[in-house]
Structure formats: C-alpha cells, structure tokens
Antibody, heavy 119, light 110 residues
C-alpha cells in the first residue's frame, strides 16, 4: 500500500525553528514528486511547493518562496518542510502529497501535521 | 498565481445532481487538461475524486464526473447521497511545476 505518514502536531513560539516530516512507503520514494499544501484554520488549500527526492529538484510557489524550505532524504524515504523563524500566521495544517507518476494530480496524501505558533 | 474561483457553497436534495464550477485562466485551467478535484471531510486529508478533468480513480463512485470548457472546469455529483456532504476543492496544473487550488465549495445535501 502506498502511504505517506507525517510527523506529529507541534506547538512552537514565534521565532522558533521547526522541521516537519513526511515518510513514504510502498513505492519508489526517489522516483515520485512530493508536494506540500497548507490549510489555515477554516480555510482552503494552498499550494506551497514540490520536490523530487531523487535529485532534490525543488519548486516553490511564489507565495512561499523564501518563507519555507523543502528538502528530502531519499535514503530514509522522507521529505521535509522547515521554517527558520516561525510566525503566528504559520499556524495551520500542513499536508504532503505524492504526485502521480504519470500526471499532475496527487494521491495519496499524508494525514497532515498541525502546527500551532503561539506565545 | 491567483486561486481558482469556486462558489463557496452548493446544495441539492438526495437523489438530485449538483454541479460545482471552478474558474481559472488560460495559464492554468484553460491551458492544461490537468484539472483535479479533491473531497475533504472535516478533520481528514483531501482525497482525489477526479483527475485529468474527467477521469475517476479506482474506487470513486461513477456518480462523480468532471468536465471542462475553456477556463472553467466543473464537478458534477449525481444521485446525491448524505455522505457527499462535505468540502470540495479543484486544482489545476499551472505550468513550471506549479499548481493552484480553488477556494473550496461546501456541498450541502438538503
């Protein structure tokens, strides 16, 4: 079964750093793009960016460029999303999702990681 | 890129059909046959219902169908059931390894 399992919920203070993870299994992790999506409380889905674990080729949405860093470690089949200095406005649910091998849609999705930033 | 435009809400009675629209531009919806639709129940991760405008992944009921005309894509849910009541999001490839989502539509089964 193809599966993405994300790290657990985080509670952080403004200014702190954070790295959340997304571990893939049941397929060739290196050979499939992984995307990241933000969902703020009560709001819609927002595209953040995508990475190809095989060579770490990464594209960011213009809205998130410079705000986050997407990375991957293919040796442990894990993708990451990190912040160097969190803001309260980063509080949201974050999902990773696997791009189809052959087309531009995403399945499956991870279960989501809730990030809460509060002083 | 700007979010795709969806109506905030849609509704229909059990057994009826409802269509949700998703309007973009020639740079996304109109430029690629890579529109997908996701269903999201409260507290759950999104689940793909339609990909490449009108294709259904295995396991998705044939009550769900998709289409596109110009810069507007549509999701139609036929023979509405109570379990269909939730949020739906469209998404389109926008070129250069970027994607864009719609703002979401809350479907109510009356």
């Amino acid at each position: 079964e193809v599966q993405l399992v994300q790290s657990g919920a985080e509670v952080k203070k403004p200014g702190e750093s954070l790295k959340i993870s997304c571990k893939g299994s049941g397929y060739s992790f290196s050979s499939s793009w992984i995307g990241w999506v933000r969902q703020m409380p009560g709001k819609g889905l927002e595209w953040m960016g995508i990475i190809y674990p095989g060579d770490s080729d990464t594209t960011y949405s213009p809205s998130f460029q410079g705000q986050v860093t997407i990375s991957a470690d293919k040796s442990i089949s894990t993708a990451y999303l990190q912040w160097s200095s969190l803001k309260a406005s980063d509080s949201a649910m974050y999902y990773c999702a696997k791009r189809s091998f052959t087309s531009n849609w995403f399945d499956p999705w991870g279960q989501g990681t809730l990030v809460t930033v509060s002083s | 890129q700007s979010a795709l435009t969806q109506p905030p809400s849609a509704s229909g009675s059990p057994g009826q059909s409802v269509t949700i629209s998703c309007t973009g531009t020639s740079s996304d919806v109109g430029g690629y046959n890579h529109v997908s639709w996701y269903q999201q129940h409260p507290g759950k991760a999104p689940k793909v219902m339609i990909y490449e405008v009108s294709k259904r992944p295995s396991g998705v009921p044939d009550r769900f169908s998709g289409s596109k005309s110009g810069n507007t894509a549509s999701l139609t849910v036929s023979r509405l059931q109570a379990e269909d009541e939730t949020d739906y999001y469209c998404s389109s490839y926008a070129g250069s390894n970027n994607w864009v989502f719609g703002g979401g539509t809350k479907l109510t089964v009356l």
